[in-house]
């Protein structure tokens, strides 16, 4: 039974790749399979325009060259691989993970980190009394402490009229 | 003649900005009152001489003065006289003209206003000024000058200021013409709304090297150039408003931003410059971080010239560009020699920026304003390394990369969500101290409230977590803020006997800064929803269609009925023009036209979209190709984005919001006393 069934699965999968495989054979890629591959490439020329919006006649070859491509088959890892061997990383819309631009993935995380660790230990610094204070300083009351508050603003008021 | 006449005053004005600078020092260290005043008097002189240089280049611009290689390059015979007069700003040399314009206007009016008691800033911020402005005009004068002239050289063109020897001048027939992507409306007042928010930028930083050099290190700098801060704010941020819309109207993208590098050379001294008006309060009201405003308003002085350096010289698309370019290394041995001193400043001061009292909580107002300028620098952070990330790959590897959108908005999202989060919760915080239950009783009911709406919104709009996370957090910020209106309003409703609504429009006119910016935080919480709708649920698709046929998306049916192209002799502008039917769900929503215009002279084409914008989505469409003959058919590209408009309508209240908050008060900036003293005690701690 358990046999049955998982040749029957096989089967099944065997059957849904190559009827998809003859579709893809078939029919001539839609704009919208193009333009996914195409969004992940930046021609050389157009700066920051990705290739999918890019309205100039180059781009628009470029296009075609993916719908080609995609038409006979190829994935759009190859794809995207036929266009790095051309024409460099640049094409990419991220720099690829490799060598030097880990650099670009690793930096700001390590920065930012190395921010918030420095302004931790200032606010620990800063938030430790600098003078003994009473031992009552920790239970007073929030209606004290406003008052303290308020007087403090007070006298910061009066020291600045004069 | 002009152009001699125009190049002259500018070089004029340039010697005098170096003589109000020399003046100036020499004025404060030697303690002569006539020196300052002379520098004082120089820098004035400076706005009227450079708008006589600026009125030639107009006039030269206006005129059709070919001859002139800057009038060539940005204006030809078919343009309307008011694109002539903006394409001032059309170039990189005009653009420079025009930051040395604006600063002169600024400086001059700075120097107008009554010293009295800071007396001894002035010569100080006109050293600061006047450097800057000799910068931009020596540039100007030497290195981009707009006034250079088309010599007929021995059968060749050369373009020089001076007739070279046996040189006959040269006039083409018709120049180029302004790029037609900055035709556009938004174009002509996006430029100088950002310049604006640059240059007045300049101000607090002046002032605040004059705080150092002059070793008066309170917090007078800081209230002396708040309001520039707010106005420079501002401008720079509506400017950042139209440099979207603008994209969104006519780059033909069906976005707003990009995260084009000149973008974001825009937005580094935004994040700077909001950090520091968040961060200036804390040294206003505790007398804190006296060292790290210092810093932002240096940082944002050096990224404001960064960002005017990139918008307009290009010089990000390769090494190459930036070494060939004669301006690239100037500015940034300019930057790199202001940062220097400014910080050689901050550290010779060190000890009289000391604290003047210490932080009480980790959770005090003060402490998360800390927090939200950690995540300001964070964001500043991702974005100067994304800039720069290209050129420093092209140095080291000689490999180029490009870094696109996918990088800054993984690297930005949980930062800007973690901002949002502040947003909320910092308004309850009271400065000094504040406890976990402190904070926790006045947050409840706002959270509440907003996992009701988030609740409510799984059950009829997404299941996406991300946008469940996003619109949890935009509810909290909003209820809140309403909540802090609410409050404010019905305590001094109980204590002055007013009706609500005058309670209200009291309170907020006696805090215009405190309530103006609760305006903003609105505003962004209602940007915040049109960035979630487009980032997590634009749809987009494409197709070419026949006369009749359709293409569907998330609802919407978009037929095509009919093509017409035709060309304006008069303009150099072949237009294309689609007309397709819009259903939704079956009804006639009415007709769209997406449209290529074709300029000849430039060899461009304008993708102008047809756009259906209502509160729920924008219809966007995109004509992307067409055959000669209209049966053949033509290619759309559509986009849905979803809540865009609210993005728009956010923008629109922040302004009003900063235009709320910098407005001057009407009251005596010093009121009573005892005013203030029952006014703070009609009010809860927290709501400080």
């Given amino acids: 039974m358990k046999k049955y069934l998982r040749a029957i699965t096989l089967s099944l999968i065997l059957t849904t790749l190559f009827t998809g495989f003859v579709f893809a054979q078939d029919d001539t890629p839609t704009d919208n399979e193009v333009n996914k591959v195409a969004h992940q490439l930046y021609c050389p020329v157009c700066e920051n325009t990705p290739l999918d919006v890019c309205p100039t006649e180059a781009c628009r070859d470029w296009r075609e060259l993916i719908r080609t491509m995609l038409a006979e088959g190829k994935t759009e890892d190859e794809i995207l691989q036929h266009f790095v061997d051309q024409y460099g990383d640049r094409v990419l819309a991220q720099p690829p993970r490799t060598g030097l631009n880990w650099v670009i993935y690793i930096a700001p995380p390590l920065i930012i980190l190395f921010g918030a660790i420095i302004l931790f230990r200032s606010l620990k610094e800063w938030t430790k009394p600098k003078v003994a204070t009473p031992a009552s300083g920790e239970v007073r009351s929030e209606a004290s402490a406003k008052r303290d508050d308020y007087v403090a603003r007070l006298e910061e008021e009066v020291k600045k009229r004069k | ?688």
Wanted: charged residues 15%; hydrophobic residues 50%; contains cysteine.
């Fill in chain 2, 1 to 688: 003649m002009f152009a001699e006449f125009g190049y002259g005053v500018l070089l004029v004005t340039f010697l005098v900005a170096l003589y109000s600078v020399i003046a100036a020092a020499y004025g404060a260290v030697k303690k002569s009152a006539s020196m300052v005043e002379s520098a004082r008097r120089a820098m004035f002189l400076t706005f009227p001489l450079i708008s006589i240089g600026a009125a030639s280049l107009i006039y030269l611009l206006v005129n059709n003065h070919f001859e002139v290689s800057f009038v060539y390059e940005v204006t030809s015979l078919s343009m309307p006289t008011y694109l002539k007069v903006t394409a001032w700003w059309g170039g990189q040399a005009g653009s420079l003209v025009f930051w040395s314009f604006l600063l002169s206007g600024f400086a001059s009016a700075v120097t107008l206003r009554k010293w009295d008691r800071d007396i001894e800033f002035l010569p100080w911020v006109v050293v600061v000024c006047g450097i800057t402005l000799a910068f931009f005009l020596g540039l100007v004068v030497f290195f981009e000058n707009p006034f250079t002239r088309f010599w007929l050289v021995g059968g060749n063109v050369e373009s020089h200021m001076f007739a070279p020897l046996n040189a006959t001048i040269f006039t083409p027939e018709d120049g180029q013409g302004l790029n037609p992507l900055l035709r556009h409306p938004g174009m002509i007042i996006h430029p100088p709304m950002l310049y604006l928010g640059f240059v007045s930028f300049v101000i607090p930083y002046a002032f605040a090297i004059a705080a150092l050099v002059t070793g008066r290190t309170d917090d007078r700098w800081i209230r002396l150039t708040r309001r520039w801060s707010l106005w420079a704010w501002l401008f720079l941020s509506f400017g950042l408003v139209l440099g979207g819309r603008w994209a969104y109207d006519v780059l033909g993208w069906g976005g707003y931003w990009g995260w084009d590098p000149v973008e974001i050379a825009a937005f580094m001294p935004w994040l700077t410059g909001t950090a520091f008006l968040h961060s200036v309060m804390i040294q206003e009201k505790r007398g804190l971080l006296k060292h790290w405003n210092m810093i932002l308003v240096i940082l944002t002085y050096s990224l404001v010239i960064f960002g005017t350096f990139l918008t307009r010289s290009g010089v990000l698309s390769s090494v190459h560009a930036f070494a060939e370019s004669a301006i690239g290394p100037l500015f940034f041995v300019f930057i790199g020699v202001t940062f220097a001193t400014s910080i050689a400043l901050i550290i010779w001061r060190w000890p009289q920026l000391s604290g003047e009292t210490e932080m009480k909580s980790m959770l005090s107002r003060e402490a998360l304003f800390l927090l939200n300028n950690l995540l300001f620098m964070s964001i500043l952070v991702v974005c100067f390394w994304g800039v720069i990330f290209p050129l420093v790959s092209e140095l080291f590897t000689g490999q180029k990369v490009t870094v696109g959108p996918a990088f800054y908005e993984s690297a930005t999202g949980p930062l800007f969500a973690a901002l949002l989060f502040l947003m909320g919760v910092a308004p309850l915080s009271a400065w000094g101290h504040s406890t976990i239950q402190t904070l926790g009783r006045s947050i409840w009911k706002s959270s509440l409230a907003a996992l009701i709406v988030t609740l409510i919104l799984l059950a009829v709009y997404t299941n996406n977590i991300y946008a469940l996370l996003g619109f949890f957090l935009v509810s909290f910020v909003l209820f809140v803020t309403f909540q802090e209106f609410w409050r404010g309003a019905r305590a001094r409703q109980k204590t002055q006997d007013e009706g609500f609504f005058t309670a209200l429009a009291r309170l907020m006119g006696r805090n215009r800064r405190r309530y103006g910016g609760y305006i903003i935080h609105i505003s962004i919480a209602v940007m915040a929803i049109g960035i979630l709708g487009i980032e997590l649920f634009q749809t987009e698709t494409q197709g070419t269609l026949a006369q009749g046929e359709e293409l569907n998306i998330s609802g919407y049916t978009v037929q095509y009925r009919e093509l017409a192209s035709w060309g304006d002799q008069g303009k150099g502008v072949n237009y294309t023009r689609a007309v397709v039917d819009i259903f939704k769900n079956g009804i006639y929503l009415g007709e769209l036209n997406p449209r290529i215009d074709y300029y000849a002279e430039a060899e461009q084409n304008m993708t102008i979209p047809g756009n259906r914008s209502t509160l729920r989505d924008d219809l966007y469409i995109l004509l992307v190709d067409w055959q000669p003959v209209s049966s053949g058919g033509a290619t759309f590209k559509i986009y849905v984005n979803p809540l865009v408009n609210w993005m728009w309508i956010g923008s629109l209240l922040f302004i009003a919001g900063i235009i709320f908050a910098a407005w001057p008060d009407r009251e005596p900036v010093e009121e009573s006393l005892q005013k203030k003293v029952t006014q703070r005690t009609s009010q809860t701690s927290a709501a400080d």
